[in-house]
């Protein structure tokens, strides 16, 4: 996928200041290993956040600890409060009501994500008798509206297909369809244009954004595609090894990012100049792997980083505020005179 140029399409205002979700300190640990280490967000109504990074950041971890739906062993811990509610504290009762009804989940696969021995109208119908309370005659007419919603032809017949009878598209759309039934306040979408071409990715990102609109939702958007983010979101949090280490809104990211990690990926990707033509400069990578998320000294990125100092391994940074944004960098964020020497080696 590609970056567009650095400025992004004009998009609905969110709600400002009206708080959806809100994350603090949030710890998610599997035996022997620590995936998310004390990261803080917020997404507004109405809003798209974007979580990006490379595969093994920590992202996907933060969707399911989020919908509390870590697997067996894992720890959660911080605090997570959606509209009021700390979901951490809730019980099984309470989150059960929450999820599928105020937060919705598209998961990376659908083909793994929906069952293979129900046909798909029967599988959102299902949500809709749960929550909405609907009959069955009800929930499957409720059910032929979302399938025209999210633009599948034929609704009403292709109510009683399989999986296994639809492209990876069609079932991505069923997906999407499931997660907004009851119309949530919050929609994660995790990868959502995983294994599908870019066509069908325009596609299905163009349609989660028309349903935001339609249905006043907040979105996090979880991914690794630069270019998504740069059209689809209002901000963005950058995840490296299982902390954030930047947090800026997504013209600003795209218009100069601070962060040595968030330049590398900038650095990786292609972009789109005036006239549609794709920029003839190199393109760079950064050198080596993503680190461990385990508890380590100093910055995670460090082993990686061409500004990094000896300060950088004695302790992790903390996000500081820098031009309008917050970064984990002690070098970025210091005077920009003493930050060139460090770059520069003097």
Same mark, same amino acid.
């Given at each position: 996928?590609?970056?567009? +140029?650095?400025?992004?399409? +004009? ?10 979700? /809100? ?11 620590? %995936? ?5 967000? *917020? ?10 990074? #490379?595969?093994?950041? $920590? ?9 509390? !739906?870590?697997?067996?062993? +894992?720890?959660?811990? &911080? ?20 999820? &599928? ?12 994500? =929906? ?5 798909? $109208? /029967? @599988?959102?119908? #299902? ?18 509206? =979302? =399938?025209? !919603?999210?633009?599948?032809? /034929? ?29 949530? @306040? ?14 069908? @990715?325009?596609?299905? !990102? ?27 979101? /209002? ?6 090894? $299982? ?32 006239? &549609? *033509? ?16 385990? *508890? ?13 100092? +000896? ?7 903390? =996000?500081?505020?820098?031009? $309008?944004?917050?970064? %984990? ?13 460090? %770059?520069?080696?003097?």
């Amino acid at each position: 996928m590609t970056a567009p +140029a650095s400025s992004a399409p +004009a998009r609905s205002e969110p709600h400002a200041g009206n708080r959806l979700l /809100d994350v603090r300190d949030l710890c998610v640990a599997f035996p022997g290993h620590l %995936a998310v280490r004390g990261i803080s967000f *917020h997404i507004d109504r109405g809003e798209t956040l974007a979580l990006v990074g #490379e595969s093994g950041c $920590g992202k996907s971890a933060t969707s399911l600890a989020v919908m509390r !739906l870590l697997p067996p062993g +894992a720890r959660i811990a &911080g605090a997570v409060t959606f509209d009021g509610i700390d979901l951490v504290q809730a019980n099984e009762r309470t989150l059960r009501d929450l999820r &599928g009804k105020r937060m919705g989940l598209i998961l990376q696969e659908p083909m793994t994500s =929906l069952n293979p021995v129900l046909t798909i $109208g /029967d @599988q959102i119908a #299902e949500n809709l008798m749960r929550h909405e309370k609907l009959t069955r005659a009800q929930a499957r007419a409720r059910t032929v509206e =979302l =399938l025209d !919603l999210v633009r599948i032809p /034929d609704p009403a017949r292709r109510y009683d297909d399989y999986p296994h009878n639809m492209s990876g598209g069609m079932r991505q759309r069923v997906m999407i369809a499931m997660a907004v039934a009851c119309n949530p @306040q919050l929609l994660i979408a995790d990868e959502p244009t995983t294994a599908l071409d870019v066509t069908l @990715q325009s596609e299905v !990102l163009e349609l989660l954004d028309s349903l935001r609109r339609q249905l006043d939702m907040a979105l996090l958007l979880i991914t690794h595609d630069l270019g998504v983010v740069a059209q689809w979101a /209002d901000r963005v949090a950058v995840m490296y090894a $299982g902390n954030i280490v930047e947090k800026a809104g997504a013209h600003a990211l795209f218009e100069n990012p601070a962060h040595p990690y968030s330049r590398g990926l900038m650095g990786s990707t292609l972009r789109l100049e005036g006239g &549609g *033509h794709y920029t003839s400069q190199r393109l760079t990578e950064i050198p080596g792997t993503v680190a461990s998320a385990l *508890h380590e000294p100093g910055c995670n990125f460090a082993p990686r980083c061409a500004l990094a100092t +000896a300060d950088c391994r004695i302790a992790p940074p903390p =996000l500081r505020p820098f031009e $309008g944004r917050q970064v %984990a960098c002690p070098v970025v964020t210091q005077p920009s005179k003493e930050a060139d020497r460090v %770059a520069a080696g003097r």
